[in-house]
């Protein structure tokens, strides 16, 4: 069935350093691929999203990369801030519709230590 | 309204009692989606709608669970006989057939004890 992985579970940075959580997932069809803030007791937060027509996309110190042939795509946070410390969701849309459900990785929880 | 909005906030019920959740989507958003966040933080799809019909209902447990979506009202989550393990925080999310990002809702926080 329909599968993302998220690696690492947890990961802790100095803060200025960066930060890397990668995805790979299984739906060859995936066309959208958002990532998710998840702040405690809150709701998920879009923080940046990439569609399959591009390889790469960046919003300031967040970057994404998507790499179709091999079916995983990275979240990039450069110059980390303690209030980037939260838990990050990567996720894949099923099927080619723009209305496909999401299916979610496993979380990454980041703490950025001051 | 701009945002989605999902009532109750926390709702507590004894195993076997019945749950019922609420969802407004955003004005004008003609698709409605739900998820169930356990406390291992990971996300699972459960149903979504197409104005009031069921779009995808893969990942709805064949019991218990039911959902609706009915014209001029909000959408709605309802697990009969709740278990222990349907404690968890229900997400609802909106979006349109042009948009592609999901609007998330604040969630329900459901706790079965």
């Known amino acids: 069935g329909e599968n993302v992985e998220q690696h690492p579970s947890t990961l802790s940075v100095q803060e200025g350093d960066s930060a890397v959580i990668k995805c790979t997932y299984s739906d060859s069809a995936s066309n959208y691929f958002p990532w998710y803030k998840q702040e405690l007791g809150k709701r998920p937060q879009l923080i940046i999203d990439?569609?399959?027509?591009?390889g790469e996309k960046k919003d300031q110190r967040i970057a994404v990369t998507l790499n179709k042939t091999a079916k995983h795509f990275s979240l990039h946070i450069t110059e980390t801030q303690p209030e980037d410390s939260a838990v990050y969701f990567c996720a894949a849309s099923t099927g080619s519709s723009n209305t496909g459900k999401l299916i979610f990785g496993q979380g990454t929880t980041l703490q950025v230590k001051p | 309204g701009e945002e989605v909005a999902q009532t109750p906030k926390h709702l507590v019920r004894g195993e076997g009692q019945k749950a019922k959740l609420y969802c407004a989507p955003i004005k004008g958003h003609s698709y409605v989606f739900w998820y169930q966040q356990v406390l291992k933080n990971e996300f699972k799809f459960l149903i979504s709608f197409q104005n009031e019909n069921v779009f995808d209902e893969t990942g709805m447990p064949k019991e218990r669970f039911s959902a609706k979506c009915l014209p001029n009202s909000p959408c709605s989550l309802e697990i009969q006989a709740t278990k222990l393990e349907d404690s968890a925080v229900y997400f609802c999310?909106?979006?349109?057939?042009?948009?592609?990002?999901?609007?998330f809702g604040p969630g329900t926080r459901l706790t079965v004890l």
């Open positions: 990439i569609r399959s027509n591009v």
């Open positions: 999310a909106s979006t349109t057939s042009r948009d592609i990002e999901q609007f």
